[in-house]
């Protein structure tokens, strides 16, 4: 799938090229992702201002930076939510040809419907394409391998906050997504929860393959889970770092610690960044 603004980028930057050693393959599904010159404005005020990235299929990205520098409002183009002012966004398939993603997303809120049961809300990713019986027997599979099996028929209201966000990430799962988007899933959880989540986050994503693009507050998360972190500032990449170190990560490795330091001194405007 292309999306092409009004107005077309002129000479994008070359992407940098990251190639990822991935310890299972990437998913069949999984779509790259190419911006150029990608900028969002609302009125006068310019949120993405030329942004030209390549993400390869079955990577993990994640989008850091303060507050307003545009990372959720580039996370919406990416889904459709938003149309660029100018620039381009292309989706491409294995072959390197335009393709129709299938992109989900996960809020920071589960947003799970209060009237369905957990199975059900699953089902809902699932659309209506597919046999009720089919789909609920898909729903309590996927429950089974996030350790919600025996939730399968309650309600949203007698889950934990934790359990909550799993339903809502088997949700956008089930459908076997070639790109998962992730508007700070975790930042609403507990200090262990969120740790647990991660793991999760982390097996799915080397199990399934999909091309993930996480946006986070938090540099730890986003080392501990990505192959490459983007720091914005203002609109722009100001930092583009690839996290060189095989999946799963210890929580605590002092080669981590480091690129977390490089992170948080391009966030704060410091010479962290070389």
Same mark, same amino acid.
């Given at each position: 799938?292309?999306?092409?603004?009004?107005?077309?980028?002129?000479?994008?930057?070359?992407?940098?090229?990251?190639?990822?050693?991935?310890?299972?393959?990437?998913?069949?599904?999984?779509?790259?992702?190419?911006?150029?010159?990608?900028?969002?404005?609302?009125?006068?005020?310019?949120?993405?201002?030329?942004?030209?990235?390549?993400?390869?299929?079955?990577?993990?990205?994640?989008?850091?930076?303060?507050?307003?520098?545009?990372?959720?409002?580039?996370?919406?183009?990416?889904?459709?939510?938003?149309?660029?002012?100018?620039?381009?966004?292309?989706?491409?398939?294995?072959?390197?040809?335009?393709?129709?993603?299938?992109?989900?997303?996960?809020?920071?809120?589960?947003?799970?419907?209060?009237?369905?049961?957990?199975?059900?809300?699953?089902?809902?990713?699932?659309?209506?394409?597919?046999?009720?019986?089919?789909?609920?027997?898909?729903?309590?599979?996927?429950?089974?391998?996030?350790?919600?099996?025996?939730?399968?028929?309650?309600?949203?209201?007698?889950?934990?906050?934790?359990?909550?966000?799993?339903?809502?990430?088997?949700? @956008?799962?089930?459908?076997?997504?070639? $790109?998962?988007? /992730? +508007? *700070?899933?975790?930042? #609403? =959880? &507990?200090?262990?929860?969120?740790?647990?989540?991660?793991?999760?986050?982390?097996?799915?994503?080397?199990?399934?393959?999909?091309?993930?693009?996480?946006?986070?507050?938090?540099?730890?998360? @986003?080392?501990?889970?990505?192959?490459? $972190?983007?720091? /914005? +500032? *203002?609109?722009?990449? #100001? =930092? &583009?770092?690839?996290?060189?170190?095989?999946?799963?990560?210890?929580?605590?490795?002092?080669?981590?610690?480091?690129?977390?330091?490089?992170?948080?001194?391009?966030?704060?405007?410091?010479?962290?960044?070389?």
């Amino acid at each position: 799938m292309t999306i092409v603004a009004h107005e077309r980028f002129q000479s994008p930057a070359d992407a940098p090229d990251y190639e990822i050693d991935r310890v299972s393959p990437v998913g069949a599904g999984a779509a790259a992702i190419t911006l150029k010159g990608l900028e969002k404005s609302f009125g006068g005020n310019r949120v993405l201002r030329g942004i030209n990235l390549h993400i390869p299929a079955g990577q993990f990205v994640a989008v850091i930076g303060k507050s307003g520098c545009g990372k959720s409002t580039l996370l919406r183009i990416l889904m459709g939510l938003d149309a660029p002012t100018v620039g381009e966004l292309h989706f491409e398939d294995a072959a390197g040809k335009d393709t129709q993603a299938n992109a989900r997303i996960v809020f920071q809120e589960p947003r799970l419907l209060p009237w369905l049961s957990v199975a059900e809300n699953v089902v809902v990713g699932l659309g209506d394409k597919i046999d009720k019986r089919v789909a609920l027997r898909e729903a309590e599979a996927v429950l089974s391998e996030v350790q919600l099996s025996e939730k399968t028929g309650d309600w949203p209201s007698q889950l934990s906050g934790g359990q909550r966000q799993r339903v809502a990430l088997v949700r @956008a799962l089930v459908s076997k997504p070639g $790109v998962l988007a /992730l +508007d *700070e899933p975790l930042g #609403a =959880l &507990d200090a262990l929860t969120r740790i647990s989540m991660q793991e999760l986050l982390n097996r799915v994503w080397r199990e399934l393959g999909f091309t993930a693009v996480l946006v986070t507050h938090d540099v730890s998360e @986003a080392v501990h889970l990505a192959d490459r $972190v983007i720091v /914005l +500032d *203002e609109g722009r990449v #100001a =930092l &583009d770092l690839a996290i060189p170190h095989p999946h799963p990560r210890r929580h605590g490795n002092a080669d981590l610690a480091e690129l977390e330091g490089r992170l948080l001194a391009a966030i704060l405007g410091s010479d962290g960044g070389h």
